[in-house]
């Protein structure tokens, strides 16, 4: 079992920016490949982005460009920096990780493990 927490979420105005992170105690996560989803109330959990246990990185056309996830191994941690944010931004923020060798990076089906949650709100 790998317990994720996320931080950094919060109240932020329109073209303003955050950064997301996500870590765990539990295990190294260089060997998972990482992603960020969000999801807003009475809609499916959406993909934001991912990064391969190889480096690759991944986005959804929504925030391509303003969007950049990398990962620390050596502090165990994944970030989602969050750049010219709008108000369609708005959600709860989740981090995921998930086997390399379990397909279809882009699909919550992918991942096995996942954090509580932290939400973003942007104002405009």
């Known amino acids: 079992q790998v317990q994720l927490v996320e931080s950094g979420g919060g109240l932020v105005q329109a073209g303003g920016s955050l950064r997301l992170s996500c870590t765990t105690s539990d295990r190294t996560l260089s060997v998972y490949d990482l992603g960020w989803f969000r999801q807003v109330p009475g809609k499916e959990r959406e993909f934001v982005a991912a990064i391969s246990r190889n480096g690759g990185s991944y986005y959804a056309d929504s925030v391509k460009g303003r969007f950049t996830i990398s990962r620390d191994s050596a502090k165990n941690t994944v970030y989602l920096q969050m750049n010219s944010l709008s108000p369609a931004d708005t959600a709860v923020y989740y981090c995921?990780?998930?086997?390399?060798?379990?397909?279809?990076?882009?699909?919550?089906?992918?991942?096995?493990?996942w954090g509580q949650g932290t939400q973003v709100t942007v104002s405009s």
């Open positions: 995921a990780a998930g086997h390399p060798s379990r397909p279809h990076i882009y699909s919550t089906r992918k991942y096995d493990y």
